[in-house]
């Protein structure tokens, strides 16, 4: 039920306001032009108990409040319309207080020239009201009226003269009391009416020209200001009296303003706190006269918003051309907000006397902020990128400094993670970028300057994705002289990219990019709950879009890793499959142990697993994933490649056993070291069973049992298992039982020292 309906329970006469009703329907017997407050009481309360009255009251309260709230969304939603309408009143009410005063002043002149007429006619001998039938006007004496009307005039321009206006004032409310009097008992010709009548308003005019003229001095007070203008009201000319009010503040506003032109030393925020204060007091001073002087009559209300409304442009393009803009082209976004955000404070003070301004703030702000916003991104940009072009790619603490950081060393250490020079720069820059425009708590603004950020660590990714050698944009700028970023030579320093966009994309980006979300906002309590639940929804898209840009800076380490072992640096292909078919061509069964990619593969993983585990502490998972992915990327490139499955299935040599047999022990060598350093994933797994299955039935196209000339599983597993502990230096084969059973005995001096060298290489 809404709040304030009402429902009597005394049968026919109840009172039943239906809660279903619409606020407009409810309304609609108090919009009748024939609407009798009395008889509507007396109709709906004869009968009602004191409770029911009571009752009846509160609903009433509730019904005027709600009426007053759609009457106040009504004038918000059309505020525009509303002034223009206003302003057309307040102009067609001084117009019909000209037109007025001009029809009086006529239809006085007539009755004048037909007084004249008539006051000839008596000196022909006709009686002026049944007396004085003899007496000649022009030869009489003066009357008591004609004495008291020539000291009034002469008392009234003494007072004019010597600008005593409250006396003043008095008089003149004197001589029209006296006009009333005259009028109504008749008691004077109305020549002598039309006199007194003329007088009054001609000194009336005078009085409000010297007030006029009063009010717009520049050494009038506040006071005498507010004394004037309530004069000038009192005297009938009320519109007149507001406006020069208003103008009078402008006035003020514009000399004060004049005296603080911005010099090369006051610009900033000292200037611009200054100007602030001084614009916003005075519109404020103006609406508290207004309010004081003729309370809310909706025309002034209206006249005060458009002057306010004005007063706030005219600042803001001020600021705009003579703060704002130099900053804003250049990107110094810090100052840009600043200065927006203490005229902004100083704005929504007003709000409290019913003056809403930010708005028109905002919209004369809002491009120079886009502005600085972009320039700033772009200098992130340039900064990073400039940077990055002499980066060593060494993971260091940041320097002491910025604005965020600590007082101390030992502080700046242990709150700030290890990162190269470039990822520091970047991710300093875009802590104070994210403070900057979050301070605003501007929406559409913080996602204009979310996407932006985005956009830059994406550029810094891509600066990251060149820095590897095997970078096709890279090349391209080598081969044109030019290098926009230092090369990442060492397999530390290309672990060190990955280590910056993990950190940036993982922890410091969020942490930053959380301060765009307006957290603290004037809304209704609804919202902020929504606002509570769609923040971790939107924290969990960013962190995937990052998340998507690290994987493609990973992915392009792990292709690059991949390709040098796939191709020699001659362009020649290292896994082929030539590799098995010839195998099989000799007479002597060769020494069992992975091909030397593979030797590589374990030997590269082994290498960046001990790095990663120094560079990703507490990012295990990352090290893992990481090794896991180059390990898909070299058998997947091997599944993948149709030249070598053409030669194994359809090639002038068929795979033989032997062939198979190595192809068999390379693959669960794979299994067996991935398996071993936890990144055996699924789908490597899958994969490499695949691959194993197309060989066999690859032998088994050749009419050859594959099954018969495989040895046992167990045998595999040992000697993969032997390979691993030699390649890591730790098989020990002064105690190695030489059985020609055993898959040691295969595995000859030579073979040792192969993989030795392997390794140190």
Known sequence: MERGSFSSSRGSDSVDFEAELSLSDKLKVFKSTNFDPQSYVTNRCGAMSEKEIRHLCIYLVDLKKASAEEMRTSVYANYASFIRTSREISDLEGELVSLKNLLGSRANIIHGIADGVRVESLNDGTNYSGKDDAVDIEDREPTNFDKWLSQFM???????????????????????????????????PPSALLSLQNSILEQRQNLADQLAEAACQPSTSGFELRSSVQAMKKLGDGPRAHTLLLKSHQQKLNRTMQSLRPSGTSLGTAYTTTLSHLVFSTIAQAANDSLAIFDDE???????????????????????KSVIAAPAASGSLRIVTECVHICLGHCSLLEARGLALCP??????????????????????LSTAAIAAADDWSLVYSPVGGRSLGTSVSSAVTSQPKLSSSAHRFNTMVQELCEDIGSLEILHLSEQAL??????????VNMMINAFPGSVETENLEGSGRRIVKMAESETQQIALLANALLLADELLPRAMIKLTPINRNDEQPRRASDKQNRPQEQRELKRRLQRLVDQLRDSFCRQHALELIFTEDGGVRLSAEMYLS????????????????????????????????????????ATILLMRLTETVILW?????????????????????????????????????????????????VIKNIIGRAIEAVQASNIDPYSMLPEDEWFADVAQIAIKMLTGKANFGDVDRDTGSPTASVSARSVSSVHSHGSN
């Open 154 to 188: 002469e008392n009234l321009e003494i007072l004019l003269a010597e600008r005593r206006v409250d006396e003043a004032l008095a008089a003149l409310n004197e001589g029209e009391n006296v006009v009333d009097e005259a009028r109504d008992r008749k008691s004077l």
């Open 298 to 320: 909706p025309a002034f209300t209206s006249e005060l918003v458009t002057w306010a409304v004005n007063q706030t442009e005219a600042f803001a393009l001020l600021m705009k």
């Open 360 to 381: 028109t703030l905002l919209k004369i702000f809002r491009p120079c902020l886009e502005k600085a916003l972009l320039a700033n991104l772009k200098r992130i940009d």
């Open 451 to 460: 996407e932006g950020v985005l956009q830059s660590f994406n550029s810094y």
């Open 583 to 622: 195998m099989d061509s000799g007479r002597d069964e060769p020494e069992w142990f992975p091909s030397p990619i593979y030797q590589e593969l374990f030997v590269k993983l082994t290498r960046l697993a001990s790095i990663t585990s120094d560079m990703f502490v507490g990012r295990e998972r990352f």
């Open 638 to 686: 091997l599944s993948d490649d149709q030249s070598f499955w053409e030669e194994i299935e359809a090639g002038a040599r068929p795979l033989g056993p032997l062939g198979l047999q190595q192809f068999y022990l390379d693959m669960e060598f794979v299994i067996l070291f991935s398996s071993q350093g936890r990144y055996l994933s699924r789908n490597l797994h899958q």
